[in-house]
């Protein structure tokens, strides 16, 4: 009786596949499995990519508030060059006009 209880123990009872699955049942199964990439929106105050209804991780802004200080966070360093990117697209807002058709045909 002992043998049998330590049979049932050693012995393999668990359930086994009873035939191999082959690689394209397995890749079949495996197709849904991937990594989608987020949804992306730009940002309209830095137009830089953004998840959407969420606040902007660039500039910190949503909905036309700021919600996080983003400078504040940075060291000085960090803070002055992230001034200067911001001045920068900011000058390039002012002086970039929305092209016209014709402008567009030609590039
Ligand atoms: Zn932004």
């Known amino acids: ?8 123990i050693i012995g393999n009872n668990m359930a086994v596949p009873k035939r191999r699955k082959t690689s394209s049942r397995r890749d079949q199964r495996r197709m849904h499995l991937f990594l989608k990439s987020p949804a992306l929106t730009f940002c309209p ?3 830089k990519p953004a998840r959407p209804h969420t606040v902007c991780l660039n500039c910190g802004y949503y909905n036309g ?9 940075l060291t000085k360093k960090e803070r002055k060059k992230r001034e200067k990117e911001m001045k920068a697209t900011e000058k390039r807002e002012k002086t ?3 092209l ?3 402008e567009l045909s030609k590039k």
Do not use: A, R, S
């Open 45 to 47: 105050k830095c137009k």
């Open 1 to 8: 009786m002992f043998f049998l209880i330590l049979f049932d």
């Open 100 to 102: 016209t058709m014709e």
């Open 96 to 98: 970039e006009k929305p």
């Open 65 to 73: 508030k700021e919600i996080i200080d983003v400078l504040g966070k």
